[in-house]
Nanobody, 127 residues
Framework: QVQLVGSGGGLVQAGGSLRLSCAASGRAGRYYAMGWFRQAPGKEREFVAA????????YYADSAKGRFTISRDNAKNTVYLQMNSLKPEDTAVYYC????????????????????WGQGTQVTVSS
């Protein structure tokens, strides 16, 4: 079982930055691929970014490319999402997700591929 606790959300003006964090607790010695998703009001949850356990492989939604950066610190069991140049359309609840994997090099970007989810953190970008 993996528990995920997201934090770092808040209210920011357009063009500003936020860094989300997701602290994970799970079984030692296991590899976990991590991802960030978001859900805006009235919309379905969508993929934002993913990272392999090694941190060497990342993947982004088109909406996040060039503005968001996913990273991780395995010593702290924490994954981050640095969000720059925020836009009002980035307003959503952001969720981190985890999946145990046999490989340190793989990532996932489909919602159904992640069995573990954090509680979500609200990001609001004002215009």
């Amino acid at each position: 079982q993996v528990q995920l606790v997201g934090s770092g959300g808040g209210l920011v003006q357009a063009g500003g930055s936020l860094r989300l964090s997701c602290a994970a607790s799970g079984r030692a010695g296991r590899y976990y691929a991590m991802g960030w998703f978001r859900q805006a009001p009235g919309k379905e949850r969508e993929f934002v970014a993913a990272i392999s356990w090694s941190g060497g492989f990342t993947y982004y939604a088109d909406s996040a490319k060039g503005r968001f950066t996913i990273s991780r610190d395995n010593a702290k069991n924490t994954v981050y999402l640095q969000m720059n140049s925020l836009k009002p359309e980035d307003t959503a609840v952001y969720y981190c997700a985890a999946r145990e994997t046999l490989s340190t090099l793989i990532y996932y970007f489909k919602e159904y591929e992640y069995p573990y989810w954090g509680q979500g953190t609200q990001v609001t970008v004002s215009s």
